[in-house]
């Protein structure tokens, strides 16, 4: 992979992983242009997730102070519920990663039928959530972060829009669109890193790519600014409820990705 494709592959993952239209699927799709091989795709998404998860720490920086401030305060109060309810909508996603990360690495790579087909299932998440007038909720309650941790976990397949996924959950829920952003924002920030970390000290980043450490790193910045800009755009973009031009996107996206396969 050269240092300008990793530029553009960084700048897709950081622009699409926080809007509603599957990071993943558009690697796939990038990886497939480019013809970069499965082991390279796997190493460069876990590069370029991470970068992106990061801005999320810029971006959410003051609120993670105050939601970390009231936790250490060691008592139950509003902070500490939160954190509690975002560890519960973990658990799926780790279960998931524990028991069956070999099933889902194998969706990678292996063209682009199921990145076409799970857009199409994003679109139609997207055009429910946009349709549907459930009756609105004060919290994000312990249910409602629980299904959106269930959400998450089945959106580890490429072309299922995580953010779409548990941003629509949550809609289709009742809880409020700015609330439930954010929500699903914070509630990947463990996961991906702590993916990333797993791989770094196993050296699994350094042995089973050919990727130069150059583009690794071009992605990764890329990734990071595009990712610190969308995650910006798309808090304010849910407040106005816009979402369903990306149904929009993501059906013409699909159709087009599952014309081009066939």
């Not at 530029?7 to 599957?22: C, D, K, M, N, R």
């Not at 976990?153 to 829920?173: F, Q």
């Not at 350094?206 to 610190?228: K, Y």
Request: charged content about 10%.
């Amino acid at each position: 992979m050269s240092w300008w494709e990793a530029l553009v592959l960084g700048l897709i993952q950081g622009l699409t992983e926080y809007l509603p239209v599957s990071s993943s699927g558009h690697l796939e799709i990038g990886n497939a242009l480019f013809g970069t091989s499965g082991a390279d795709n796997l190493t460069f998404g876990i590069v370029v997730h991470a970068a992106t998860v990061l801005s999320t720490l810029v971006v959410l920086g003051s609120e993670i102070g105050r939601l970390l401030k009231g936790f250490f305060r060691f008592q139950r109060n509003e902070e500490t519920t939160y954190l509690l309810k975002i560890g519960l909508s973990m658990i799926p996603v780790l279960i998931v990663g524990l028991f069956f990360k070999d099933t889902v690495e194998q969706f990678f790579g292996n063209g682009l039928i199921i990145v076409g087909a799970m857009l199409l299932v994003t679109a139609t998440l997207l055009t429910f959530s946009h349709l549907a007038k459930p009756r609105p909720k004060e919290t994000i309650s312990w249910g409602s972060a629980f299904i959106i941790g269930l959400a998450q976990a089945i959106a580890v397949v490429p072309g299922l829009s995580r953010s779409g996924a548990t941003i629509a959950t949550g809609l289709l829920l009742g809880n409020k669109k700015e609330q439930v952003a954010q929500f699903s924002f914070l509630m990947v920030i463990i996961p991906i890193l702590g993916e990333a970390f797993l791989e770094l000290i196993s050296g699994d980043l350094a042995n089973t790519t050919s990727i130069p450490v150059t583009s690794l790193i071009v992605g990764f910045l890329a990734a990071f600014l595009s990712g610190w800009a969308a995650c910006k755009w798309m808090l304010a973009l849910v407040k106005k409820g816009k979402l369903i031009w990306f149904a929009l996107y993501c059906a013409l996206v699909g159709l087009l990705t599952l014309a081009l396969s066939v």
